[in-house]
């Protein structure tokens, strides 16, 4: 099946520094996510962007399809930035989606005040 | 509304228990998924409900039973779980996953099951 690798696996930031969360996949995929998991457990999506870049703030996400990866950049971190940030993604099978998600393990994030 | 709900929030069964777990979602999507996830670790999807048929079985034990009883609704009851079972399940609803570009999944707040 197809294998999604997250890095760096842990991360910690002083407040209003700048980072960047990367995500691998080994096959084509349909369909890319990033969420966030805050300390209650709910996953919070951030961006669906299965290719090119998309801007929401201080978050911003590029996919290069052609290469098998993802980068999410966080800017200016605050402390509630802190939690879990997933990949998600859904192998291509044809030209139909499955549904099946398979996330990376995932980055913890801990911004510092 | 990209809203999903799920009851109840915490859930402490013992092992002999029957209990169910109940999701919800008003965007008028017709996909439908129960992810499994264990302290530390990433979600793993169990099942997916398609136009309110099942569509992927993850090769989950019997003892978890999905049920599907209209577009807006998705149950799961649980009977003889295992204390391993403890977790917190997820459900999740997207637009439609056969053949649309457009698949994006929206996740509830999930339920914190603990087995005694």
């Known amino acids: 099946g197809i294998q999604v690798e997250q890095s760096p696996p842990d991360l910690i930031l002083q407040e209003g520094a700048n980072s960047t969360l990367r995500c691998n996949f080994s096959d084509s995929v349909n369909n890319l996510q990033w969420f966030h998991q805050n300390p209650w457990g709910q996953l919070i999506n951030l961006f669906y962007i299965p290719s090119g870049t998309k801007q929401n703030g201080r978050l911003s996400a590029t996919t290069v399809a052609t290469e098998r990866y993802s980068l999410l950049y966080i800017s200016s971190s605050q402390t509630t930035d802190s939690g879990v940030y997933f990949c998600?993604?859904?192998?291509?099978?044809?030209?139909?989606?499955?549904?099946?998600?398979?996330f990376g393990q995932g980055t913890t994030l801990q911004v510092k005040p | 509304d990209t809203e999903v709900t799920q009851t109840p929030k915490h859930l402490v069964m013992g092992m002999t228990n029957k209990k169910s777990l109940k999701c919800e979602q008003h965007m008028g999507h017709r996909a439908m998924y129960w992810y499994k996830q264990k302290a530390k670790k990433p979600p793993e999807l169990m099942f997916v409900y398609s136009y309110e048929k099942l569509s992927i079985n993850e090769s989950v034990p019997s003892r978890f039973s999905p049920e599907c009883p209209n577009s807006s609704l998705l149950n799961l009851h649980l009977h003889a779980l295992q204390p391993e079972d403890s977790a917190l399940y997820l459900c999740?609803?997207?637009?439609?996953?056969?053949?649309?570009?457009?698949?994006?999944?929206?996740f509830g707040p999930g339920t914190r099951l603990t087995v005694l």
């Open positions: 999740a609803s997207s637009q439609d996953p056969g053949g649309l570009a457009y698949n994006e999944q929206f």
């Open positions: 998600a993604v859904e192998h291509s099978a044809g030209s139909s989606n499955t549904g099946k998600l398979i």
